[in-house]
Nanobody, 115 residues
Framework: QVQLVESGGGLVQAGGSLRLSCATS????????MAWYRQAPGKQRELVAA???????NYPDSVNGRVTISRDNGQDTVYLQMNSLKPEDTGVYYC?????????WGRGTQVTVSS
C-alpha cells in the first residue's frame, strides 16, 4: 500500500533553512508525480514544489529560487530543501503523490518560521 511520511519540520528563524523529507512506500517515481503542498492556518492548501514523472520540476513564483525538490530513487525519498525562509512560509507541509485516478497524502510536518 502507499504510505507517505514527512519529517524534518521545526522552528526556524527567518532567513534560515530546512530540509523536509518524505519517505515513501508503494510509490514508483516513473509512475507517480510527487509534490509538496503547504497549508497555513486560515489559508488554502497551496503547491510548493512538484517533480513530475520524468523529472520535470515546477515551482510557484512565491517560492521559486528559494526551494528545491529532489528525489532519491534508491531510498524512495523525496526532499524539499528550503532556504531564505520567511514567516509566510509557516504552515503544515504535506507530501503528495499522484497517478492517474489516485491521490495520496502524508500526515504533514509543521514548519514554523519566526520573524
Amino acid at each position: 500500500q502507499v504510505q507517505l511520511v514527512e519529517s524534518g519540520g521545526g522552528l526556524v528563524q527567518a532567513g534560515g533553512s530546512l530540509r523536509l523529507s518524505c519517505a515513501t512506500s508503494g510509490i514508483i517515481f516513473a509512475v507517480h508525480d510527487m509534490a509538496w503542498y503547504r497549508q497555513a492556518p486560515g489559508k488554502q492548501r497551496e503547491l510548493v514544489a512538484a517533480i513530475m514523472r520524468g523529472g520535470r520540476r515546477n515551482y510557484p513564483d512565491s517560492v521559486n529560487g528559494r526551494v528545491t525538490i529532489s528525489r532519491d530513487n534508491g531510498q524512495d525519498t523525496v526532499y524539499l530543501q528550503m532556504n531564505s525562509l520567511k514567516p509566510e512560509d509557516t504552515g503544515v507541509y504535506y507530501c503528495n503523490a499522484a497517478s492517474y485516478g489516485n491521490m495520496y497524502w502524508g500526515r504533514g510536518t509543521q514548519v514554523t518560521v519566526s520573524s
